[in-house]
């Protein structure tokens, strides 16, 4: 039998342990990552059970996965409201601070639909092992872009003292092009000690569809560890 490293191992706790908030009847928002997967597979195995859930993904790796494990899918133009979303994060701002609680998403540039899903949730709880939690956001923040705006965007963005870099594409030739057909520009500002303030300076500049500082907006954090789950409520 194979041994799972504790990274995997403290993945797939999270994700599980999130999985079992979901109820008969919820709307789900289906994160993307690799510990949301977990999550997913957790309540595709509910669903065989007899729970009865509709799933709105954040991207096709999502889709896909929820296809595969036969949670029924839906959107948000089609129900009245997301009951749960669960997502992972990039960075978790883990310590007593202002900004206890705030995100970077983006690693997986799916972060315009998944603030979308995540915002109209009732409830949004992260999942993540240890490794993504921090006493401050350092990570670049991924920012979608519209592909005619991106090198005039990236101009503003270092006027707000960021070094952006277009995301290059893996095992092709060009840059990521995200679900929304947009460009991702990873922008690099060091210790963030603000994250509001360069939330609301990021939103306003043109061209700018969405960015991957996600504050205010989890209510809980499931942290898989090698000996259960830790969960930070906020």
């Given at each position: 039998?194979?041994?799972?490293?504790?990274?995997?191992?403290?993945?797939?706790?999270?994700?599980?342990?999130?999985?079992?908030?979901?109820?008969?009847?919820?709307?789900?928002?289906?994160?993307?990552?690799?510990?949301?997967?977990?999550?997913?597979?957790?309540?595709?195995?509910?669903?065989?059970?007899?729970?009865?859930?509709?799933?709105?993904?954040?991207?096709?790796?999502?889709?896909?996965?929820?296809?595969?494990?036969?949670?029924?899918?839906?959107?948000?133009?089609?129900?009245?409201?997301?009951?749960?979303?669960?997502?992972?994060?990039?960075?978790?701002?883990?310590?007593?601070?202002?900004?206890?609680?705030?995100?970077?998403?983006?690693?997986?540039?799916?972060?315009?639909?998944?603030?979308?899903?995540?915002?109209?949730?009732?409830?949004?709880?992260?999942?993540?092992?240890?490794?993504?939690?921090?006493?401050?956001?350092?990570?670049?923040?991924?920012?979608?872009?519209?592909?005619?705006?991106?090198?005039?965007?990236?101009?503003?963005?270092?006027?707000?003292?960021?070094?952006?870099?277009?995301?290059?594409?893996?095992?092709?030739?060009?840059?990521?092009?995200?679900?929304?057909?947009?460009?991702?520009?990873?922008?690099?500002?060091?210790?963030?000690?603000?994250?509001?303030?360069?939330?609301?300076?990021?939103?306003?500049?043109p061209g700018v569809v969405e960015h991957g500082l996600f504050v205010g907006?989890?209510?809980?954090?499931?942290?898989?560890?090698?000996?259960?789950?830790?969960?930070?409520?906020?």
């Amino acid at each position: 039998m194979k041994t799972e490293g504790g990274s995997t191992a403290a993945k797939r706790r999270a994700g599980e342990r999130a999985a079992e908030a979901v109820e008969d009847g919820f709307v789900v928002g289906l994160g993307t990552g690799s510990t949301t997967a977990h999550a997913i597979r957790a309540i595709g195995r509910a669903v065989d059970d007899g729970l009865a859930v509709r799933g709105i993904p954040t991207s096709f790796q999502s889709r896909q996965l929820a296809l595969e494990v036969g949670i029924p899918l839906t959107d948000l133009d089609a129900v009245d409201g997301v009951d749960l979303a669960i997502d992972g994060a990039d960075q978790v701002v883990d310590g007593e601070t202002g900004a206890h609680g705030a995100l970077i998403k983006g690693g997986g540039a799916a972060h315009a639909r998944e603030k979308l899903v995540d915002t109209a949730a009732d409830r949004f709880v992260v999942v993540a092992d240890p490794s993504k939690l921090t006493d401050r956001l350092e990570r670049p923040v991924p920012v979608e872009v519209l592909p005619d705006a991106h090198t005039v965007t990236a101009d503003r963005i270092e006027e707000l003292g960021g070094d952006p870099t277009l995301r290059d594409a893996e095992r092709k030739d060009g840059p990521v092009v995200t679900d929304n057909g947009n460009l991702v520009l990873d922008c690099a500002f060091g210790p963030i000690d603000d994250p509001d303030e360069l939330a609301t300076r990021l939103s306003r500049l043109p061209g700018v569809v969405e960015h991957g500082l996600f504050v205010g907006v989890a209510d809980a954090t499931y942290v898989g560890t090698d000996d259960g789950v830790e969960v930070r409520r906020y």
